[in-house]
């Protein structure tokens, strides 16, 4: 079989991504015009209907690609970098607009375009090529702006916004770096690189979806003659300001310092301002402005309190009732005034189911919260169980072999010195049975205590049996970690191991053994065992960090009766 004729998986998963990113690429640039042609469809300068009929077709043009990629039909082969159809979708963009122009605006409306419509082939490599585009861009750039600043109606609003947009993308496509890739950049650079902040950001912007819609509806009233041209252009400004307001105080992060870091409560009354001031303005089509407010009541339910979704319910009410009485007062048809009382009576209605609703979802959420907090305590339990031992809540067998096992890994790697220590008490056995076995908790209690009080933070001390106890002397070389260990003894002599024995005082024999012997952790063990029983041997109370060549093991078992037992437990009155 040719190898070459059928590439594999991941090379046909590399080239549909490299598809998605241009088109997404190709999608923000037309973006960017569609946005400029909705405002000159606002200002009657293209038909709505042709305009939405270009970018259903641009549309659909680009998501025809991606079908046929995955399709099977072979694009990579022939076209790797979509030349032929982002070509076509860039010069049909200009050319569709110039279509559907009036006379004399055709020709600035189709070059006003045609920047961000090359822009979607940036791309493209050559330097002839991006410089070619660059001039014309930059010229048509220039003579548009010189145009704008000379007429009157919203073409300003047209001429800043294409200007914007030069001056953001020029200088990056002169040096060629305004890549596929870069936008990723720009997107994180857009939503901030915090992950909090880009949630918050992110949810913000899609509410603003929510009220753009708005906002387009209101201008299309305008532009069909329903609605005040001037009050809809006052709607339309004060709304951008407002989502630009937002957005910078939370990329900026000063909604850090607030105490709802989302801002919502305040978002939504402002937002309610506008529908209420937008269902007064907006004529025969005003029933889209409650549709929204319910939109935008459900969407705070999610995030605030089902009290603050009842102020908004309640605020909402009353900007709305004003609205009403407003409507009701300029409106001359009777009917309309019934109409204008049902709508209240259906919106009461419905702001107050809302807000029960707000207080059932907060219930819900409320133990939902509550069962999240009790399974990550029972989690927190079970992994407290699994590695701590439940007496002296020191670290447990199971965990110490477990780091131990990493210890010599690492050691291995990277060189560093340990030494672990296995620690018997002296004579425990006399202190249960002279004062009982809850004296003898209470001193393995103590006993932790004072180990860790006397060693280092980064050592570690775990129960490794019933009065033995095993330490882990990270960083340490033999001198270092017998220093460590007499710390440890000089600590116990001055804790009080007993509130009912204060007079009590417990001794301590260990054995050392260096990690970085090469010894697996069992042998290491056994090696630390084996000098503990030395220093049994050798009179207790000590510290023992090598075997003498002469001692005969079974003579140095503590359980050999010839062993003195009168170490003292008590201390001498
Ligand atoms: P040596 O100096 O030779 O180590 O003498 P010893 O008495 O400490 O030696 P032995 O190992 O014979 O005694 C250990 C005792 O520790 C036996 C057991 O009753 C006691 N022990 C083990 N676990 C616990 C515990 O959790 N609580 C109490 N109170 N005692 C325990
Ligand atoms: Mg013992
Ligand atoms: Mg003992």
Redesign the pocket.
Known sequence: MDQAATPSASRINRRRHVVRGLLTHALACHGMAWLLLAVAASQHLLPWEGLLGVIAATVTLGAMLPIMARRGVPLHRFDPVLFGPLTLISIALPVGVAALARDQDRLWLATCVLPAALMACTHFRGNALRLGSLMAAAGVGGLLLAWGLNQPMGTPLLTALCALMLACLLPGWATGRLRLLRWRSAVQWLLSGDPVQRVFILRFLIACVCAMSGIVALEYGASLGLIDPVAARWMTWLAAGTVIGFYLMTRSGLNMNMRDRTMTEPKLLVCVVFLAFGYYLGGIGRGLALTLLVTLEMFGMFVITPLQVARISAFGAVAFSVSMLAVARTETDPGQLKLQVVTFGVMIVVLAVMSWLAHQLGQLRNSLVRRKNDLAEALERIQMLATRDE?TGLVNRRRMTELLHQQIRLGARSGSPACIALI???????I?DTHG?GV??EV?RSVAQALKAGLRDTDVVARWG??EFLVLLNDSDMEAASLGIERARLEMGRTTMSASVPRLRVTF?CGLAACDDGLPLEKLVDLADQRLYAA?AQG?NRTCTALAPMVNMAGLS?QNPAVARDAATLLPD
Not at 424 to 430: G, N, R
């Open positions: 007496l018997d008490l002296d004579h425990f056995k006399a249960n076995h003898g908790d393995l019933g009065e024999s049994k207790r503590p």
